[in-house]
């Protein structure tokens, strides 16, 4: 099954064990997951967009269907960081751009989007730390 990426990581939090946990996050590996992980764990990565939830409408259809998905979405993270493709926009083009990211995938995925670029997953996901991440993909998060 083709899981969103807070599916992914709901899951992990009620896997019983840090072996299923690690084995679990494995299993669904995908550039998406990682990237939500080294964007909230990695010190090194700071976000050029305000602190907190800002005001936006959930993309989500009357049949539970988003226009998009986090996993899709993923790859234009870096023009939200610094030293990223988006350090040359103005910052109401790029903040701009993150409503759109937040209104096209699934209301969860928005709120672990948030809880990413504020540096807020440490507990949101039970058992899913940084050294678990790091214990899964080595090389991922620099700090």
């Given at each position: 099954m083709n899981y969103e990426i807070y599916e992914i990581l709901e899951k992990a939090a009620t896997a019983e064990t840090k072996s299923e946990k690690i084995a679990l996050l494995k299993e669904h590996d995908c550039l998406g997951l990682r990237d939500v992980l080294r964007g909230g764990f990695?010190?090194?990565?700071?976000w050029q967009l305000p602190k907190g939830s800002p005001e936006f409408k959930s993309g989500v259809s009357k049949e539970g269907m988003t226009p998009t998905s986090l996993k899709r979405q993923s790859k234009h993270l870096g023009y939200f960081c610094k030293g990223g493709p988006g350090d040359?926009?103005?910052?109401?083009?790029?903040e701009r751009m993150f409503l759109q990211m937040l209104e096209g995938v699934h209301p969860k995925d928005a709120d672990l989007l948030i809880a990413m670029k504020d540096k807020k997953l440490i507990g949101r996901y039970k058992g899913v730390t940084k050294a678990l991440v790091q214990e899964v993909w080595p090389n991922l998060i620099a700090k």
């Amino acid at each position: 099954m083709n899981y969103e990426i807070y599916e992914i990581l709901e899951k992990a939090a009620t896997a019983e064990t840090k072996s299923e946990k690690i084995a679990l996050l494995k299993e669904h590996d995908c550039l998406g997951l990682r990237d939500v992980l080294r964007g909230g764990f990695d010190d090194t990565i700071e976000w050029q967009l305000p602190k907190g939830s800002p005001e936006f409408k959930s993309g989500v259809s009357k049949e539970g269907m988003t226009p998009t998905s986090l996993k899709r979405q993923s790859k234009h993270l870096g023009y939200f960081c610094k030293g990223g493709p988006g350090d040359n926009l103005m910052p109401v083009k790029r903040e701009r751009m993150f409503l759109q990211m937040l209104e096209g995938v699934h209301p969860k995925d928005a709120d672990l989007l948030i809880a990413m670029k504020d540096k807020k997953l440490i507990g949101r996901y039970k058992g899913v730390t940084k050294a678990l991440v790091q214990e899964v993909w080595p090389n991922l998060i620099a700090k």
